[in-house]
């Protein structure tokens, strides 16, 4: 089945900095989903992309279906940006995602 | 106002207990999906429905019912619950396919069952 592999498992960055997350597809997806779950658990829609890219405030995400891949940058990190970072890929045949592991991104003073 | 919505939020039973997840959603969204999510790993597709009446099975759906009785309301159900059933569960709705497949989710119902 479709098998999405996403990287790091965990990252640690300080206030102000920035760095990339990225999810490989081991198929040709047709689009991807981009969440963070808060401290409260809610998982949080950051980007839902079918090709290129969006950019929200400090927020940046590419897909490149051909290519097998998604990307999320985060620039000038925030002590509340930290969460678990997952991506998905849809299967727009089916309506149905598969998800990644996550990142656990941990923003420090 | 939140447009998808789960009962209860916190669930606990024990080993071979009947237990009933709830989700609402105010979207006017067609499909509706149930996940679980273990920690350490990414949320897994459990059941999903296209529409009222309609009932598609997921990746994990061994121990585990689902009834989609309107446009909004989509029930998960463990008539036998086990242990390995301790979990996150999330409800989600989206418009459709193509892309209209993006999906909204719920605020999670934790299940633990003793």
């Known amino acids: 089945g479709d098998q999405v592999e996403q990287s790091p498992s965990a990252l640690s960055l300080h206030e102000g900095t920035g760095s990339a997350l990225r999810c490989n597809f081991t198929?040709?997806?047709?689009?991807v989903q981009w969440f963070r779950k808060n401290s409260r658990g809610s998982l949080i829609n950051l980007f839902y992309l079918a090709s290129g890219t969006k950019e929200n405030g400090r927020l940046k995400s590419a897909f490149d279906s051909k290519e097998r891949y998604s990307t999320l940058h985060i620039r000038d990190a925030q002590l509340e940006d930290s969460g678990t970072y997952f991506c998905?890929?849809?299967?727009?045949?089916?309506?149905?995602?598969?998800f990644g592991d996550g990142t656990v991104l941990t923003v420090k003073p | 106002e939140a447009a998808v919505t789960q009962s209860p939020r916190n669930k606990v039973t024990v080993t071979g207990g009947n237990v009933t997840l709830s989700c609402r959603q105010t979207n006017s969204h067609n499909y509706m999906y149930w996940y679980r999510q273990d920690t350490g790993h990414g949320l897994r597709l459990i059941h999903y429905s296209y529409g009222a009446g309609n009932l598609q099975i997921g990746d994990v759906p061994d121990g585990y019912k689902a009834t989609r009785t309107t446009q909004e309301d989509f029930f998960l159900l463990l008539e036998l619950a086990s242990p390995s059933q301790t979990s996150l569960y999330f409800c989600?709705?989206?418009?459709?396919?193509?892309?209209?497949?993006?999906?909204?989710f719920g605020p999670g119902t934790r299940l633990t069952v003793l």
């Open positions: 998905a890929a849809v299967n727009t045949n089916t309506g149905k995602l598969t």
């Open positions: 198929t040709t997806m047709r689009a």
């Open positions: 989600a709705s989206s418009p459709g396919m193509g892309r209209y497949a993006e999906q909204f």
